[in-house]
């Protein structure tokens, strides 16, 4: 069902342009996006909203600082004085939005215009694509203060190599934003003035894609991820067969032979 009316959040900025990219901005500058509970909950609200927009085809993840994309979890909240069951639901927040990004059903793209670390390099991670300012810093560094990165090592195994990540996660090291490209976190590195163009590029050529094909894709890529590969593959093809029925497969092939752009019908 689509959605008329725009929500409106605390902590973050929400907007839908006329191409069908939707726009969240982290925007708790005072805290440099610290990731209070506040922040994720309208986190989970806005890639609520964009899922279940029909205008919506594209999320772009962002941040209002000039020079922080986040700079991971509140760590107030870590030594305050709250029941341990209370943080424990808190913290339950981050798979619920890592589980939402990846069964969103549509392409969303991290636009790093700042510092990633800690929990934020989990959320950047879940995003499909990660477009790095140039000057941008990656890490982990919460050993450095006592605690530790459980949550996000699970995304930071799946895309970068064990011996690698080992050394953010142990050393608490920051890295720069070629480095971050070089190890497989990040998929370009553009510089300041060229930053925003590339990253509207990329979100404008995805928006124009099938809806239909991306959601299947999209669900086909997150679910067969951690499969065996005989489960994988059995499973793929099932949803090649169910990408066969759409209207919108006859059209793409249909409109590639007529050399035109394709009419996608959703169906």
């Keep these: 069902m689509t959605n008329h009316e725009t929500p409106h959040f605390d902590t973050v900025l929400y907007s839908v342009s006329d191409a069908g990219v939707a726009t969240i901005a982290l925007n708790q500058p005072e805290t440099r996006n610290a990731l209070s509970n506040a922040l994720f909950d ?8 964009a899922r279940d927009d029909d205008k919506v ?20 909240s ?30 969303t793209i991290c636009a790093a215009n700042g510092h990633v670390l800690a929990g934020a390099l989990g959320i950047a991670l879940a995003c499909d694509l990660i477009v790095a300012k140039d000057g941008a810093r990656f890490g982990t560094p919460e050993i450095n203060v006592g605690v530790f990165p459980f949550m996000i090592m699970a995304l930071i195994y799946r895309n970068v190599g064990r011996k690698k990540t080992n050394e953010l996660l142990l050393l608490g090291d920051q890295i720069s934003a070629q480095e971050a490209e070089r190890i497989g976190i990040v998929n370009r590195v553009v510089s300041s003035d060229e930053f925003d163009s590339a990253v509207q590029d990329w979100a404008t ?5 099938s809806p239909i094909l991306m959601r299947l894709g999209k669900d086909a890529m997150y679910r067969q991820q951690d499969m065996a590969l005989a489960d994988a593959l059995e499973y793929l093809h099932g949803q090649l067969t169910i990408a066969f029925s759409t209207d919108d497969v006859q059209e793409g092939v249909k409109a590639f032979f007529d050399k035109r752009d394709p009419e996608w019908t959703g169906q």
């Design 57 to 76: 085809r594209c999320v772009v993840l962002t941040s209002s600082h000039e020079t922080v994309f986040c700079s991971g979890a509140d760590l107030a």
């Design 42 to 49: 309208d986190l989970i609200g806005a890639f609520t909203a």
């Design 78 to 107: 870590f030594a305050a004085e709250t029941p341990l069951v209370h943080k424990h639901f808190g913290s339950e927040r981050f798979p619920r939005l890592f589980h939402l990004i990846g069964a969103l059903g549509k392409p």
């Design 205 to 209: 050529r995805l928006a124009k894609k």
